[in-house]
């Protein structure tokens, strides 16, 4: 593939809700184009972007991919994205490096959850957008239906440019409302269609969608709207510069109609994204900073060169592979650049146009185009690379934390000494994916937007780099604290055949608000216990607090002051007065109504509005109060805290519950006291895990 220049670009990401039909769709337009010999399907796990062996095997778009092709003397870059709620992430990612997006609906389900969603990307990002509806082909498909969803979630501006000819497995082709022609395929043919007249059934309806679009092509331009009211039309040539200027002033959305499935209308929507989307430079400057200060570089190869990276991708045989747009300037092959991030310097070696996992070699990139290159050494997802006396940085994609964490431990001791540096290739490529050591627990954890996930990487871990590890329940991060208060004696004495031990000493204890964690005070008057002892005894209540008194959690949000008590001037020591103040802590949590805290979660559920009774059911179940809840579009938004320990299971309650069609995140908020009866199980089962630990050493 030949290099292009900016204005001859386009840069299109494929969007929408899980099993639209995306894949296809890209499958369907790269066979249209020219850049496949045939069409290539899901079902056989052969297309260009679904290429991961996860991502065969399960039939569904986990991480974005780019396929490039050319059309009508212009590139095309695809960037066919995932449309699950687990790996949403990825496709936000990637969503910064495209001009346009193609929101792809299912003509059976109409807008789902995840379609809002990428919607609101697309929004953030300001991305003008046409809608696709797909699967045409399917029973119980109704463009009509799907029309009336699209609308009545992102308002009149959808309008239909298209209208489909036939319907079910009926479906043939469409009618090109801008031109007023009937276009008319083969299944699973080269998606060119056949140019012919309106069918006569379609005549009355496609003339009213006709005068519907040009009125709402008009309403935005004074000049337009001038000639319509004086001619009542407008001529084809007008029709299109007036739905060009809309379309990428986000101010419509056009409709059409698709099977990727069997390649019906492929050269429609390809031949609509060359002359109706935004090239590169038609979306304006991107703002960084430089040196500090904000700045924005036009998307021009007379620019100095920056590139942003996008996407990385960790692959066992060719290293890190790195997906990145060319925003100004033109890169050539061996480029010396500077990442702005760390200012380590980056050959670019061996630079390339994609199509899925392939690089195809091209000596330059220009300004506004997509490429890949394998094995920068130190540049990571979101990084910018640029001439060092222009280093601008481009701000990276601000992505949610994980929501469900596992426990994570390798099965062989071969399995642990591998298994961190896995992860940490695994890290570069998912930056949706945490892994860290919870410091009270000592367990390993790994993060993820749900547990489909973290299933994922640990497939991934066996086959990429033949590392087992298991998956389990993390432990709840409990606390202790105190209800009330205390005033006790610690005193150790110790008498042996030489020195003696001897420590005396007084506290009360008080408790702190929830997150006050730990203070002491020191408030011994006349030299009853030497200032250079009193360190021991902060020192000997803080080694007893981590080891807790009810259960073995660490004892938090409580005060220690020590006020008076005794010393021995040959007897006396730090080790005794570390154990005094040992026996006072004991003494006090004994009189201080001790009780157990447990992490309490903000949740947030995104849900179709009809499921919305079920799960507040639910969450009252888990002991979750909810705290609000908004409606947006068909999607009911419910916000709640709910203690972790009732959300391990959460996962696939949810899916159960809804079929599949809600998604919920959830971060740590606060730290609250446990029911009596729970705390009761916890104690219980924490002693028993004590218990049994101990014989297992003897």
Not at 121 to 140: H, M
Not at 362 to 389: N, S
Not at 449 to 475: C, M, T
Request: hydrophobic letters at 40%; a negative charge.
């Amino acid at each position: 593939m030949k290099p292009y220049e900016t204005n001859d670009i386009r840069n299109v990401a494929l969007v929408g809700h899980g099993h639209s039909g995306k894949t296809s769709l890209a499958a369907g337009l790269l066979y249209t184009s020219g850049a496949t010999v045939r069409l290539l399907r899901v079902d056989e796990g052969n297309t260009v972007t679904d290429y991961d062996d996860e991502e065969v095997a399960r039939k569904i778009t986990i991480s974005s991919a780019v396929a490039a092709l050319e059309w009508n003397k212009k590139k095309i870059n695809l960037i066919d994205t995932p449309g699950f709620n687990i790996f949403i992430n990825d496709t936000k990612s990637s969503m910064v490096a495209a001009d346009a997006a193609i929101v792809v609906v299912d003509g059976v389900a109409g807008v789902e959850v995840q379609t809002e969603k990428v919607w609101a990307f697309a929004d953030e990002f300001q991305l003008p957008r046409v809608v696709v509806i797909n699967k045409l082909d399917r029973e119980r498909s109704s463009f009509e239906r799907a029309l009336e969803s699209v609308q009545s979630v992102f308002g009149r501006t959808a309008i239909p440019v298209h209208l489909p000819i036939g319907a079910e497995r009926e479906f043939k082709g469409v009618v090109d409302l801008v031109r007023m022609k009937s276009y008319t395929c083969t299944w699973d043919g080269d998606g060119k269609g056949k140019e012919g007249d309106i069918p006569g059934d379609l005549a009355d309806a496609a003339q009213k969608a006709h005068d519907a679009l040009v009125e709402m092509v008009a309403e935005g331009n004074d000049a337009l709207l001038e000639e319509y009211f004086e001619n009542g039309s407008l001529p084809v040539e007008r029709i299109v510069e007036g739905l060009r200027e809309a379309v990428r002033d986000r101010r419509m959305y056009p409709v059409l109609c698709a099977s990727g499935l069997h390649n019906v209308a492929s050269d429609l929507i390809l031949n609509f994204a060359i002359d109706y989307l935004p090239g590169p430079a038609d979306r304006g400057p991107w703002k960084g900073t430089l040196g500090g200060k904000d700045v924005e570089r036009s998307v021009k190869d007379s620019e100095p060169v920056s590139v942003y990276v996008f996407k990385t991708v960790a692959d066992p045989f060719a290293g890190r592979v790195s997906y990145y747009k060319v925003i100004s300037g033109v890169l050539r092959n061996d480029a010396n650049l500077i990442n702005a991030r760390n200012s380590t310097a980056e050959r670019v070696s061996h630079i390339g146009s994609l199509s899925g996992k392939t690089i195809q070699p091209v000596p330059e990139i220009h300004a506004g185009d997509i490429g890949g290159v394998a094995k920068l050494k130190e540049t990571l997802t979101g990084d910018t690379l640029g001439e060092k006396a222009s280093l601008i940085s481009y701000p990276a994609v601000i992505l949610p934390e994980p929501s469900i964490a596992y426990a994570i431990s390798a099965k062989t001791r071969n399995d642990e000494d591998r298994m961190g540096h896995a992860i940490h290739k695994i890290l570069e490529e998912d930056r949706a994916l945490r892994f860290y050591r919870d410091p009270q627990t000592k367990e390993f954890l790994l993060g993820g937007s749900g547990q489909q996930h973290v299933e994922i990487i640990v497939s991934r871990l066996k086959k990429r780099y033949n590392v087992d590890v298991e998956l389990h329940a993390p432990k709840i991060p409990y606390r202790e604290t105190i209800r009330g208060k205390a005033d006790v004696q610690g005193r150790h004495k110790k008498q042996t055949g030489g020195h003696g031990q001897f420590g005396d000493c007084w506290i009360r204890m008080e408790p702190l608000p929830r997150g006050g964690k730990f203070e002491f005070e020191n408030e011994v008057f006349g030299g009853s216990i030497p200032r250079n002892f009193i360190p021991a005894i902060e020192k000997g209540i803080i080694e007893t607090a981590e080891k807790g008194y009810l259960a073995g959690f660490p004892v938090v949000d409580f005060r220690v002051i020590v006020y008076d008590g005794s010393y021995h001037d040959v007897d006396s020591s730090e080790m005794s007065f570390k154990l005094a103040a040992r026996k006072a802590f004991k003494a006090g949590m004994e009189a201080a109504k001790p009780a157990l805290l447990e992490p309490v979660m903000n949740v947030e559920v995104q849900a179709p509005v009809e499921y919305a009774g079920d799960l507040m059911g639910d969450m009252n179940g888990r002991r979750g109060r909810v705290s609000g809840m908004d409606t947006k579009g068909v999607t009911q938004i419910i916000r709640a805290q709910v203690p972790m320990s009732e959300m391990l299971n959460y996962q696939n309650d949810l899916t159960s519950m809804t079929q599949g069609r809600a998604t919920f995140s959830m971060e740590f908020d606060h730290y609250d006291f446990v029911p009596a009866l729970q705390a009761e199980k916890v104690i219980a089962a924490a002693k028993a895990a004590k218990v049994g630990i101990e014989e297992e050493e003897e």
